[in-house]
């Protein structure tokens, strides 16, 4: 049996590689591959889709599959059984490649009704009661103590300070990691609970990585995105460091600031006032795990849609800095050849209304926007990669 943490449609996070975009992240020097989306249970054989893909995602230059929530669900998902898992996750292996258990640790939908009809009583392998739950949602009669951060009003959300609790979370993870033989996490929602668990269920796990959803708003001023984020990209470092400094988090800041540089034509947000990238990689890079669009972003779901049609451009940032398959390629292969890394030095020399343009550890060369850049001929000789709508990239010859 595998646990249940889920079910309704909104706790389900799912994505699909026949949607128009591969999404692409990149960890620790790592390369990710999140393969799911909201539409991927509809095969009903997804584990088996992506068994047969294993080998191509491999020579493509992904190091790391991230894999759907391994865990029942009231809404129709599902990919396929537990054989069908091990079987996805061997194979993901053999061609050397690390498997991300997706889970969700903040909240759970419950399977049974306290004796006043509130959905707060769990069954499955963790079968709690009500003192698992938060006491500070009236919707849902917790009787715990109260949240440790913020709340995720559509399920129940677990009150991380019982001993039961984490006693119980910290088998279930370490049964995933031997009996299914994942490699390390994706958390979901860490913002709902402090980080100091989330230290705890990484000592008690050892994963080989974990990268964790750090999300809420950027700072805006009467409905304009503000050009310093600083604030927001130092409420996500802070989680990385509460949670022992060794997982990265999703860099949500320069995902933001993409979608305004590029929508609105503002390229000068792409620095910021110390002349470095505005966001997570500007200030930790070897913790920021960029990434432009993911299944509750983009897909039918669209909670935060990267803008129409610049998606190649944010990949010419993010690839080129610390796809569909052929687009995307070419810029993997750039990256791969100038051995571009997550710790990559970085120089911007353009960040003006309609043009950024950066230099990559001397090797890469690229800009975004429909201004002018050329890369300056003299101690290096630049040759042309790739371009596409308002970006392109050069390496040094
Ligand atoms: C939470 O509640 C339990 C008892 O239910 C108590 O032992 C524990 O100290 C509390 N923890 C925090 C962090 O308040
Ligand atoms: C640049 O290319 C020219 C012509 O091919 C060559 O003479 C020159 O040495 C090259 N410079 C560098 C720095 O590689």
């Not at 103590?145 to 399920?155: E, L, M, Q, V």
């Not at 990267?306 to 010419?316: C, D, K, L, T, V």
């Not at 100038?338 to 690229?366: L, P, Q």
Request: net charge negative; hydrophobic share 35%; proline share 4%.
């Amino acid at each position: 049996m595998i646990f249940v943490f889920y079910c309704k449609k909104y706790c389900l996070k799912w994505l699909s590689m026949y949607h128009a975009f591969f999404f692409l992240s990149l960890l620790l020097c790592y390369r990710i591959f999140d393969c799911f989306n909201w539409e991927s249970h509809k095969s009903g054989r997804w584990y088996m889709e992506l068994k047969e893909k294993a080998t191509e995602l491999s020579s493509l230059g992904f190091s790391v599959i991230w894999l759907p929530p391994p865990t029942e669900s009231v809404s129709p998902e599902g990919y396929g059984n537990i054989d069908e898992l091990k079987d996805v996750v061997n194979k993901f292996h053999d061609v050397g490649m690390k498997i991300l258990g997706d889970v969700v640790l903040n909240h759970r939908c419950a399977h049974y009704q306290n004796q006043n009809g509130v959905w707060n009583i769990f069954g499955g392998r963790l079968n709690w009661d009500d003192r698992a739950v938060v006491a500070d949602d009236p919707h849902f009669q917790g009787q715990g103590n109260k949240s440790s951060g913020d709340n995720f009003h559509a399920a129940p959300n677990i009150d991380h300070s019982q001993d039961f609790v984490r006693k119980d979370i910290k088998e279930w993870l370490c049964w995933l990691r031997n009996e299914i033989g994942y490699d390390g996490w994706r958390l979901d929602f860490v913002r709902g609970f402090w980080g100091g668990y989330v230290k705890d269920y990484l000592e008690a796990t050892e994963p080989y990585f974990a990268v964790g959803e750090y999300w809420d708003s950027l700072s805006y001023t009467y409905g304009e995105m503000d050009h310093n984020q600083d604030a927001h990209r130092q409420r996500i470092i802070d989680w990385i460091n509460a949670a022992s400094g060794t997982a990265g988090a999703f860099d949500v800041t320069t995902k933001g600031i993409l979608h305004s540089a590029l929508d609105r034509c503002e390229y000068w947000r792409l620095s910021d006032e110390k002349g470095k990238p505005p966001g997570v990689v500007g200030w930790w890079p070897s913790r920021a795990v960029t990434f432009i669009e993911n299944h509750d972003t983009g897909s039918t779901q669209g909670h935060w849609r990267f803008p129409g049609g610049r998606e190649m451009q944010g990949y010419a940032y993010i690839l080129t800095h610390p796809g569909t398959p052929s687009e995307i390629e070419a810029l993997l292969s750039v990256r791969k050849r100038n051995k571009i890394h997550c710790r990559s030095r970085v120089e911007i020399v353009k960040a003006e209304r309609d043009v950024y343009a950066a230099i990559i550890d001397e090797k890469v060369a690229m800009k975004l926007g429909p201004g002018h850049y050329e890369p300056p001929s003299g101690s290096q000789n630049w040759s042309f990669v790739t371009e596409g709508r308002d970006y392109k990239v050069w390496e040094a010859a």
